[in-house]
């Protein structure tokens, strides 16, 4: 029988998992690493990280599996959006850390573009609008800011275009990464624009002239790579492509309409479609699968989980104390008591804007708040308020991307870390409105990488790939009185942000 790996390079953890033909996980791998972040509002990593982690799940994944290396046909790579991509110089060596998705140091950039550049050529042309989110705007800020390294690049490589190269020596950057730097890919023709790196002044000689559908074949494994990883040499890597694409993928999101949303570290909804519009305020850029004529159009939440996970390390010690003791997951003890907890947290809304925010605010100096606290609410109101604000910048993403869907599928296939909480797959059902399901298998980009792979080894035909090797449970359907309580409070979330808005930035600009 033969086998193939997928690899997902995430912000906080790499995966690798070795399947065969039918899906069936025969070895899996995990490594956890840290996000810099120097300064406010800026997030980095050194590519040397993710090489690393990428090294030892696979190598782990192999040797775990006890396959015979030449029963190993394909390896795909999946990695976080790697926003302004690596800097290397003409011996590729990184010459300064990845300006990652969550980084927002490039406004004064943003602001130089929206004066300078014919904005409704930009958004004709890449489908997608101005923010520091985007990777243009952070590779103004290096050529700004950071002068030398300038100087001396050659390329700039996103994560898994720079994992493709070391492992394999061939230089090339798949659609979907391309497309989601915005400002200098030409959507409709799937090339960069020479027109707007002329605008920007980029040159376009740093962007590597390859460019290659997710699925398509960058090279063959070196042969000191193969030894280290305990693989063939001359095994074929492909493309890859960006993880919260690759994760609908896996979900089975292979035609129009069909919708998912990705909650881990961040939050992203999306959905396909043939055309986008930069105006209704999501990104765009070309699928992991069939990527020559279907769009990945999605938007989200800088930080979801990563909400969750700053309001358990800073106020939540006792349950944590409890786990340790007990050995239950800290969440679980969490999630029991604030299930009690009425929908809408008894009047309590909390902002997820905790790195400012991306779709559809826009606003890299958008800041987290609870609102509505009184002497009654507990640090369970909090917590399940934390739940429920994520919630609402799904749904209000949800409501800008709909303008622009031909048709959305009756249900929402959710994706990541929070598919672990029942309350919070109940929350979501509740505040959109659509019945949630999950997949049985518990592995997202990782396994669309290695569908791919399988793929493109003719381990499936066209019709499996589509039909996917995901199993779909249904986890939660809305209830109607919760669905009514949190209607209600949505119209009072979507206040919010307009109201704070000029208190947020007074303060930002404070710190």
Not at 67 to 80: F, Y
Not at 175 to 192: E, F, L
Not at 317 to 330: M, S
Not at 476 to 491: H, T
Request: hydrophobic share 45%; net charge negative; charged share 20%.
């Amino acid at each position: 029988m033969n086998y193939v790996i997928g690899v997902d390079i995430g912000t906080q953890s790499t995966k690798a998992l070795m399947v065969d033909s039918q899906g069936r996980i025969i070895a899996q791998h995990s490594a956890g690493y840290r996000v810099d972040t120097p300064k406010l509002r800026w997030a980095e990593q050194w590519p040397q990280v993710w090489l690393d982690a990428v090294e030892t799940c696979v190598a782990e994944c192999v040797r775990a599996s006890g396959v015979a290396k030449e029963n190993i046909k394909a390896l795909c790579v999946s990695s976080l959006y790697g926003g302004s991509g690596i800097p290397v110089n003409a011996d590729m060596q990184a010459l300064y850390p990845c300006l990652i998705w969550m980084d927002r140091r490039a406004e004064e950039q943003c602001a130089w573009v929206n004066a300078n550049v014919d904005l409704e050529r930009l958004y004709a042309i890449t489908s997608n609008s101005v923010d520091s989110y985007y990777g243009f705007s952070k590779i103004l800020w290096l050529k700004d800011k950071q002068p030398e390294v300038w100087a001396n690049t050659c390329y700039l490589l996103p994560p898994n275009s720079y994992i493709n190269y070391c492992l394999t020596g061939a230089v090339a950057v798949d659609h979907s990464s391309a497309g989601n730097i915005g400002g200098v890919y030409d959507v409709a023709n799937r090339c960069w624009s020479e027109e707007l790196l002329a605008a920007l002044g980029i040159p376009l000689e740093m962007m590597p002239e390859r460019l290659v559908y997710s699925d398509e074949i960058v090279g063959g494994l070196l042969e000191g790579w193969a030894e280290k990883l305990g693989l063939e040499p001359g095994m074929p890597l492909l493309g890859g492509g960006v993880d919260a694409a690759m994760a609908t993928f896996a979900a089975g999101v292979t035609e129009p309409g069909n919708h998912v949303a990705m909650i881990g570290t961040s939050m992203c909804w999306g959905y396909l479609n043939q055309k986008a519009d930069a105006r209704h305020g999501l990104v765009s850029f070309p699928h992991v699968f069939n990527g020559a004529q279907d769009l990945y159009i999605f938007g989200g939440a800088i930080t979801a989980g990563a909400s969750v996970s700053w309001f358990r390390e800073q106020f939540c010690q006792a349950e944590e104390q409890q786990a340790r003791e007990t050995g239950e997951d800290c969440h679980t003890i969490l999630e029991r008591s604030a299930a009690k907890i009425p929908a809408g947290s008894e009047g309590l809304l909390f902002q997820p804007y905790l790195m400012g925010e991306r779709s559809p605010v826009w606003d890299a100096r958008a800041s987290g708040s609870f609102v509505g606290l009184n002497l009654y609410h507990t640090r369970q109101h909090l917590y399940r308020a934390v739940l429920e604000g994520v919630t609402y910048a799904l749904r209000h993403n949800i409501e800008a991307g709909s303008r622009g869907a031909q048709s959305l599928d009756p249900r929402l296939i959710v994706v990541g870390g929070a598919i672990h909480s029942d309350l919070w797959m109940q929350i979501i059902a509740d505040v959109t409105g659509y019945p949630v399901y999950t997949i049985v298998q518990e592995v997202e980009a990782a396994l669309g990488a290695a569908l791919l792979a399988a793929h493109r080894a003719g381990l499936v035909d066209d019709a499996q790939v589509r039909k996917g090797w995901v199993e779909l449970e249904l986890r939660a359907e809305p209830i109607a009185e919760n669905v009514a309580a949190y209607s209600l409070a949505f119209a009072d979330y979507l206040r919010l942000y307009p109201a704070l808005k000029p208190i947020m930035h007074s303060l930002q600009g404070a710190s």
